[in-house]
């Protein structure tokens, strides 16, 4: 049985990728209560089937409901694109109609529109990302007639899980993609990152990216559609409570965890451990 309470925002991600939106969320509405979970146990999900990012989503968000909240951003484009319709339209009506789950999708490209004069854009993201040509769809929607390449770039999120983002092997791999997707299509002069991870790559992408070209980094983009999102919806707002609180849960173990997150968050970070 789920509390009628209001509690904290859910964020969610397969690992430590989230945490660069929610950085960006407390940064811009640091007045409410968080409350995130990085299934790092499972992690990496870019490669897994449609119906296991599905499930193990499912279980997230069922996980983050019963611990009070309300409102649950799914702070990872994989389960962004393979699960959030299903949660929406299929589970949440059976689960609580009155809660919410959203996606990092849609605002990201709802950007573009300001930023890509060429109106040729790249999105480099997880291989479940690209197939679900979801970036595709959703810019179709918007701006018709945009141009969109997709990129995977499958080594660049096991690279940021196993703390290797700044070390000299990841050069490689991020020079790799970049040039793979701009060989496919020199007119791009605006690069998404796709992925809630890669933020952790930007020192290295920028360094490999052709002079002008914009990388746009979702954290920013996602927290001022939350504000927006919650101005338009007092009866979401009124679910979340306000104490500007932080917590962190995990589902491997709380030592690595912690480690690699008061790096990313450059605070001291202490999470609990659960099972999905
Ligand atoms: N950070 C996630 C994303 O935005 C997922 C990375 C993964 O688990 O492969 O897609």
Redesign the pocket.
Known sequence: MLSFAPGPIGVF???Y??LTILREMMLRLPGYDYLYLGDNAR??????SFGIVYEFTLQAVRALFSRGCHLVIL???????KALRSIQQHDLPELDPQRRVLG?IRPTVEALGDVSRSRHVGVL??P??IRSRSYEMETEKLYSGMHVSGQACPMW?PLV?NGEAHSDGADYFVRKYLNEIMERDPAIDTLIL?????PLLLPKIRRYVPEGTNVLAQGELVAASLEDYLRRHPEIDSKCTRGGSVNYLTTESTQNFDALASIFMQTPVRSTRITL
């Open positions: 991600d397969s690992g990728g989230g992690a990496p999900y870019g490669s897994r702070a990872c484009n994989t389960a962004s694109a990092v993201a997880t479940g990302t999120v899980e796709g992925c809630t991870h890669y």
